[in-house]
T-cell receptor
């Protein structure tokens, strides 16, 4: 079983729509959770950390469910510039080894 | 540009040749990590180095792959006798210390290796 699993998508949504997707992780010892964004043929960049209480950063909301071992990302009022692949990333504490999911592709159309 | 610098950005090799990928960390960072991204897969940790030391190479294939981070100069990921399965994007990242306080790794733009 993969450490981090994501629905690859693609999620094709119109501008202004809300899109949400999950990822699941297998290691219950995982302590830190993140969403990274990767544009086509570019490097991954940190989008936001995911906290136990859930957190919001502008139009982006991340949730963590430790009991079911999944993380979610919701994007409200989608913009064309949100088109990217979103990588779910898990870490055991502050270890230097990050475990990446294969990504969920979101395409926002005009 | 004070970011992580990788070169070459694109590299084409024939089977059996050698590939050398270089990474200069961000200024002030002495910890370097190499990750590999195969098509349709997530990034996989390969190796963690500090200056002149390999700290963790648990993600490196046992043969043909090696990495170094000399006292002077960039970190080098070397792949000998490349095979088609080595075709991937190789990303380097750096941090100022071991352990990630914020979970943020600063990646370079990657080196895309194509093996013909």
């Amino acid at each position: 079983r993969k450490e981090v699993e994501q629905d690859p998508g693609p999620f094709n949504v119109p501008e202004g729509a809300t899109v949400a997707f999950n990822c699941t992780y297998s290691n219950s010892a995982s302590q830190s959770f993140f969403w990274y964004r990767q544009d086509c043929r570019k490097e991954p960049k940190l989008l936001m950390s995911v906290y136990s209480s859930g957190n919001e950063d502008g139009r982006f909301t991340a949730q963590l469910n430790r009991a079911s071992q999944y993380i979610s990302l919701l994007i409200r009022d989608s913009k064309l510039s949100d088109s990217a692949t979103y990588l779910c990333v898990v870490n055991k504490g502050h270890d230097y080894k990050l475990s990446f999911g294969a990504g969920t592709t979101v395409t926002v159309r005009a | 540009n004070a970011g992580v610098m990788q070169n070459p950005r694109h590299l084409v090799r024939r089977r059996g040749q050698e590939a050398r990928l270089r990474c200069s960390p961000m200024k002030g960072h002495s910890h370097v990590y190499w990750y590999r991204q195969l098509p349709e897969e997530g990034l996989k940790f390969m190796v963690y180095l500090q200056k002149e030391n390999i700290i963790d190479e648990s993600g490196m294939p046992k043969e043909r792959f090696s990495a170094e981070f000399p006292k002077e100069g960039p970190s080098i990921l070397r792949i000998q006798q490349v095979v088609r399965g080595d075709s991937a994007a190789y990303f380097c990242a750096s941090s100022p210390r071991q352990g990630l306080d914020t979970g943020e790794l600063f990646f370079g733009e990657g080196s895309r290796l194509t093996v013909l």
